[in-house]
T-cell receptor, first 115, second 115 residues
């Protein structure tokens, strides 16, 4: 099946620094990618929808200036957590929608720990 | 917006028994209902899905039923095995395959299959 790769799978950073997480569709073109955040023992909460070549659409309550999303190509979307704080520590998961079938594929997630 | 409720939050079953997880949704326009299995530290994996034009779908030990009138759908796992232990999420969305088909997730069910 289709593969969505996230990198890094885990990252530890100091408070105040910025962290970039990549989401790549390895064997298909993704017209749309979604970014989720998942706190421990909780469900996935959609942060934003990213369409290639256009600005991301953020869900209510998600700060667009803090969570920068770039979808520069049909196979890559990036999420940058700017000026990270301990409360941003979470599991970040992307999903990519295949252009032809419309099926959604999830990445393996990226665990961010902010000290 | 869509609201998806999932029950139970935890489920412990003996190996070989069946497990049933139930979800209700609020948006009558939702027409796509996937189920995901998430193992510790990993992204969700699609295990089965159902569209609103069918009432039941089965894939080996897994089946899903949908009641559009009551706006609820259920996951049934028969002959459970220890490797079925994981967190299961239901989800709902409008317009499978259409642009920007956002998924709304249920709260998750932690399933433990005891050998």
């Amino acid at each position: 099946g289709a593969v969505v790769s996230q990198h890094p799978s885990w990252v530890i950073c100091k408070s105040g620094t910025s962290v970039k997480i990549e989401c790549r569709s390895l064997d298909f073109q993704a017209t749309t990618m979604f970014w989720y955040r998942q706190f421990p023992k909780q469900s996935l909460m959609l942060m934003a929808t990213s369409n290639e070549g256009s600005k991301a659409t953020y869900e209510q309550g998600v700060e667009k200036d803090k969570f920068l999303i770039n979808h520069a190509s049909l196979t890559l979307s990036t999420l940058t957590v700017t000026s990270a704080h301990p409360e941003d520590s979470s599991f970040y998961i992307c999903s990519a929608r295949a252009g032809k079938s419309g099926e959604l594929f999830f990445g393996e997630g990226s665990r961010l720990t902010v000290l | 917006g869509e609201n998806v409720e999932q029950h139970p939050s935890t489920l412990s079953v003996q190996e070989g028994d069946s497990a049933v997880i139930k979800c209700t949704y609020s948006d009558s326009a939702s027409n796509y209902f996937p189920w995901y299995k998430q193992e510790l530290g990993k992204g969700p994996q699609l295990i089965i899905d159902i569209r609103s034009n069918v009432g039941e779908k089965k894939d080996q030990r897994i089946a899903v039923t949908l009641n559009k009138t009551a706006k609820h759908f259920s996951l049934h796992i028969t002959e459970t095995q220890p490797e079925d232990s994981a967190v299961y999420f239901c989800a709902a969305s409008r317009g499978y395959g259409a642009a920007g088909n956002k998924l709304t997730f249920g709260g998750g069910t932690r399933v433990l299959v005891k050998p």
